[in-house]
């Protein structure tokens, strides 16, 4: 098994369970996504909901991306990392009055407007200030992920976003609205995406949709394509760096823009998933009838992708190279779902060793909850 190198002589005396971030994974991804979307003027955005750390923010603040928000805090977390207004996105199905307000105030770049109701919404609030909010459409283009169903969110059944159906209708609607401009178009088909045939198939809906948007007069200057990149949660070692090529290479390839047309990325998983890891240290070796397990002190409340999602996160026993043997690795949390992997094959843990959860740098921290009164563990930067 090839291992990660951690500074293990840093982590000594630190409290466990912590979160340690690669600072330079992180800048090279970075680096990365830079080069490869200026190759054709796209605009990233990074989706905040995957970690929003102050220091994550203001670092991907200073290689120039954008952020996306989907509430009030966001928005206030962004603006205080130091991301320009102008490059805030502000989405969600359910914007509470303040939070609509907070963006106004603070002119964000467009609201990813989801159902009618918000449409009129965001209208009054506007009003009431004499701004004229731009936004965008989110539309729910029927394309199918092949992801876990719980971050599916591009299908007609999901909650998100208007269907394409209902834009004429829709279209009428903003007619009425004068405090309101229409700037964009909006999309996101779900996260953990590794098959780009998805893409490919959002690039021809969306290509569909501009055609019968033309005939009726309609283009918006902004396509905002969402997320979704997967990454490599199996061998975070071999691949450390998601194929930023290929995916933008598909935008490219498949997706008819207009001239002046401009094209938004909402990235998250795949900017700060592979460069933090939860550290955490065993606190028993519990040898049960059949198996054994290895009992730790991070629980699902550290990193609940496990339990949430049957998230696959490679671990590592970062303190031992001893022969490997199998363990259900649980934490102490009074649920059963609180079982990080079965069966796991690890070189043989004994007390006090430290183990690595890889890829957590994405919706590790940022879900974390103090369920059973536990501390939040804190965060390091290595
Ligand atoms: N844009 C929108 C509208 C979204 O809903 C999301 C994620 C993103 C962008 C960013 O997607 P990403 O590039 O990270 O795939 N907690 C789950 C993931 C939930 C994703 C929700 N939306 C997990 O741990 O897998």
């Not at 982590?11 to 912590?18: D, E, I, N, S, Y």
């Not at 159902?115 to 199918?144: G, H, M, T, Y």
Request: charged content about 20%; overall charge negative; glycine content about 6%.
């Amino acid at each position: 098994m090839i291992k990660g190198s951690f500074p293990i002589e840093d982590f000594r005396g630190l409290q466990t369970p912590f979160y340690a971030y690669d600072k330079e994974l992180l800048q090279k991804t970075l680096d990365v996504i830079n080069a490869e979307s200026n190759k054709y003027g796209y605009h990233v955005h990074y989706a905040v909901k995957a970690n929003a750390n102050p220091i994550i923010l203001q670092t991907i603040c200073a290689s120039n991306l954008g952020a996306d928000c989907v509430s009030g805090g966001e928005v206030k977390a962004a603006i205080e990392a130091g991301f320009s207004p102008d490059k805030i996105v502000f989405a969600g199905v359910g914007k509470a009055d303040w939070e609509i307000d907070y963006a106004l105030d603070n002119d964000i770049f467009c609201f990813n407007v989801e159902s009618e109701p918000e449409l009129e919404n965001i209208n009054v609030l506007a009003a009431q200030k004499n701004k004229i909010a731009r936004i965008a459409l989110r539309i729910n283009p029927n394309v199918d992920a092949h992801t876990h169903s719980y971050i599916t969110t591009g299908l007609n059944e999901n909650k998100f976003g208007f269907s394409i159906e209902s834009l004429p209708q829709v279209v009428v609607l903003l007619k009425k609205f004068s405090n309101v401009k229409l700037v964009g178009l909006h999309f996101h088909i779900g996260s953990q995406i590794t098959d780009m045939s998805a893409f490919q198939d959002l690039c021809i809906k969306i290509n569909e949709l501009q055609e019968f948007l033309r005939e009726k007069d309609i283009c918006c200057q902004h396509i905002n394509v969402g997320g979704g990149l997967g990454i490599n949660y199996q061998h975070p070692n071999h691949v450390p760096i998601a194929d930023f090529e290929s995916y933008f290479k598909v935008f490219h390839d498949y997706l008819k823009v207009e001239k002046n047309q401009i094209v938004h990325f909402e990235l998250g998983r795949s900017v700060v998933a592979p460069c933090g890891s939860l550290i955490t240290k065993v606190l028993y070796v519990k040898k049960g009838t059949s198996k054994q397990f290895a009992i730790v002190d991070a629980g699902m409340t550290d990193l609940i992708r496990p339990a949430l999602y049957q998230a696959y996160h490679h671990i590592e026993n970062i303190t031992s190279n001893a022969n490997e043997e199998k363990y259900d690795i649980v934490g102490p949390i009074c649920e059963s779902s609180d079982t990080f992997a079965k069966d796991y094959t690890i070189n043989a843990v004994k007390r006090g060793d430290l183990l690595a959860m890889r890829s957590a740098g994405a919706y590790g921290e940022i879900m974390a909850s103090r369920y059973n009164l536990r501390e939040l563990p804190k965060s390091y930067f290595f």
